[in-house]
Each structure stands twice: as structure tokens, then as C-alpha cells.
């Protein structure tokens, strides 16, 4: 039998998420945009309950009581001595991150994880006004984590704004359950989604941090998608996604189609036009700056023609858009694994500065 609250709060999240057309590249993006709706619909049954929300709660995915999470040993004390957390290997939840500040450590608790296995992914929600813990002024960031063979990855967004650009760093591990996090972007104030995988599982969690140094910025890519479709072996859609430009475009900057070609070993080229998906355009629907795509589904695809020219590997690909009075060309190889990176020339509008 559904729990109906859970249903119920599954639901409004549903509901509070905006619609979007599947998209190969889709994935932070639409995790940001659904964490935003959870938090939104959070924060308004904590406010129906008439419930006082400090910094930060944490509210398990079903109402029934659990196990409770781990004791994690956070001091709150200054102190240039102190002893690593702890974390009980036993307990049915992930390890918790700890950030350890010049003087004192701060809990880090996950919003979403999965656990060794399937059925203990969660998704106990953090509601916060904010991006959560604020760390403050740092010139970068050290996190402890217990489990060994796991691997962070930060992205992060400038706070305030309702059109950040993403940039996404990589934890650099300096011992068996220590990383340090360095800044991206330019040095401001953003909300970071700090994100963990390992041999357990996957954990998440999310913080704001004011860096006081520059970093590296995310340059703009382009790749190709081919996914198969329902209409059945062979069949397939095509996506060229953009993502990390310095602005994000409008309709009237970008050509109405892009045109794809696709040369198999040993055959001549077979070329199709994709269509702008315009709502990609929209910044608040894909979560950040600088992004979008062409997609065609595939109706058009499942002719005899198109399985043919992908039914062999590799798949030698050009494609063709207009950018702000620009052509740019890009061209690569689709090997049968999904995405087709591009090299473009021109190059893409680059990303330096804030722009």
C-alpha cells in the first residue's frame, strides 16, 4: 500500500518541477532544477506545519520513523589539534562530509544518497532559505569522508543570481578520508552541490562558501547524442547539446536548425536537419548559464536509411549552427557509446570573465 504522504509530497514535487524534453546532457541540470522544487515544496509544508526552520533540517523520505543517522564527532571549539570524525561503519546510512574550517568543523549532511544498495537510496530533503551551511571566507576547502575509494566533484554557482553559469572542479584526495576542494570561477560567493560515488553508493550535499581566489572555469563544449528509441533496434534520436557558454543565447541569435551529417565506414554521407528546442533556452528551466540544445526525436529516424547509416561503428559526424551571425562547424566521431564529442572551428565562444 502507497504511504499517502510520501505520495502526496512525490506529487507536489512532480508538480513543482518544470517540464523539460529529455536531453543526453540533461543531468546537473535537472538535478538542480528538481532540488530546487523539493526545496520549495519543503519549505511550504514546514511552513503549513507551522514549524520553526533554523539554518538547516533534515527531513527523512518517508514520515515513518528509521534507525537514526550517525554520530559524527564535529568540534565547535577553536583548535589546531584536532582528532579526525568518526563515522560507525554498521550504520545504514551514508558517511557524513565534514568540512574542517581553520577553527572549528562543520557537519555536512547529505540531502541525497544511495547506500549499498538500490533500495537505501533516499532522499532525506535539507530545507534551508539559503545554500545551505555557509562556510564563509576560504581560500579553499578541506573535507573528510570515512569510506575509502570514493571520489568529490564541486559545481558551483554563483549565489544570487537567477542565471548562474556552472563550473565544476574536482576534489584533489590528500590521505585516506581527506580531500581538498579548491576555488572555481572568479572569487564571490556561490551555492556548491558537492557530490561523492564509491564503492558503496553515491552521496550529495550542498553549501555556500565565499572563495577569496580565482579558479578554473568550465571552457564551452559541444557534443553529439545518439540514443536508440522505442521505435526498436536501429532506430535513434539525435541531440547536439551546447553547454558553458558566456551568455546564454536567444531563438534570435541561433539558426532555426542544425544541420548533422553522418558518414559510416565505406558509405557516403547522410545528412539531416535538428531543430532548436527552444524551451532549452529558457535559463531557469535547464538551471544554469550558457546552455542549450538541438534534438530531433525519433519519428523521423526510423526510416531504413537512418539504421543503416548507424548500424556500423565509427561514425564519422559533422554538424553546422549559426550563433550570433557565426557558422560554427563542429566535427567528430561517434563511436556507438552514446556521445560524440566536438571540436569546433571556430572556436565556441570562449568563457573568460564573468560575462
Known amino acids: ?25 540533461g543531468i546537473r541540470r535537472t538535478a538542480r532544477t528538481r532540488r530546487r522544487a523539493v526545496l520549495t515544496v519543503a519549505a511550504s509544508i ?32 577553536p583548535t589546531t589539534a584536532r582528532p579526525d570524525p568518526s563515522f560507525d ?41 539559503s545554500g545551505g551551511p555557509d562556510l564563509g571566507e576560504q581560500d579553499g576547502l578541506i573535507f573528510w569522508f570515512a569510506r575509502p575509494g ?10 544570487g543570481q537567477t542565471c548562474p553559469r556552472a563550473t565544476t572542479v574536482e576534489a584533489v584526495r590528500t590521505g585516506p578520508q581527506w580531500f581538498r576542494l579548491s576555488p572555481a570561477d572568479q572569487a564571490g560567493t556561490y551555492e556548491v552541490d558537492l557530490v561523492g560515488s564509491g564503492p558503496e553508493g553515491s552521496t550529495s550535499t550542498r553549501f555556500t562558501w565565499t572563495t577569496t581566489a ?37 531563438a534570435g541569435d541561433l539558426s532555426p536548425v542544425a544541420e548533422v551529417g553522418l558518414t559510416p565506414p565505406a558509405r557516403r554521407e547522410h ?11 529558457a535559463c531557469g528551466q535547464r538551471g544554469y548559464r550558457g546552455s542549450f540544445y538541438y534534438q530531433l526525436l525519433d519519428e523521423p529516424l526510423g526510416s531504413g536509411q ?23 562547424v563542429g566535427t567528430g566521431r561517434w563511436n556507438g557509446d552514446g556521445i560524440a564529442p566536438l571540436s569546433f572551428a571556430p572556436p565556441l565562444p570562449g568563457s573568460g570573465g564573468s560575462g
Not at 221 to 248: H, I, K, R
Not at 306 to 328: E, H, I, N
Open 89 to 129: 561503519p554498521t550504520e545504514p546510512f551514508p558517511s557524513g562530509l565534514v568540512a574542517r574550517l581553520p577553527d572549528r568543523d562543520i557537519a555536512l549532511p547529505a540531502d541525497t544518497s544511495c547506500w549499498r544498495a538500490q533500495e537505501d537510496c533516499r532522499r532525506g530533503l535539507l530545507l534551508y532559505s
Open 46 to 77: 514546514v511552513a503549513a506545519a507551522g514549524v520553526a526552520v533554523g539554518a538547516w533540517v533534515l527531513v527523512p523520505a518517508s514520515h515513518a520513523p528509521g534507525p537514526s543517522a550517525p554520530t559524527i564527532s564535529v568540534t565547535t571549539s
Open 306 to 328: 537512418q539504421r543503416l547509416v548507424l548500424s556500423s561503428t565509427p561514425v564519422d559526424v559533422r554538424v553546422a549552427f549559426d550563433l550570433r551571425g557565426t557558422t560554427y
Open 150 to 159: 570514493w571520489t568529490f566533484a564541486a559545481t558551483f554557482y554563483a549565489a
Open 214 to 250: 580565482d579558479g578554473p572555469v568550465d571552457p564551452p563544449t559541444g557534443n553529439l547524442g545518439v540514443s536508440p528509441t522505442s521505435l526498436g533496434q536501429g532506430s535513434y534520436s539525435l541531440e547536439l547539446m551546447l553547454a558553458d557558454l558566456p551568455f546564454q543565447p536567444t
Open 271 to 281: 545528412r539531416v536537419s535538428v531543430p532548436l528546442v527552444t524551451e532549452s533556452l
Open 1 to 25: 500500500m502507497t504511504d499517502p504522504i510520501k505520495q502526496w509530497l512525490d506529487d507536489r514535487v512532480t508538480a513543482a518541477t518544470p517540464p523539460s524534453i529529455p536531453s543526453f546532457e
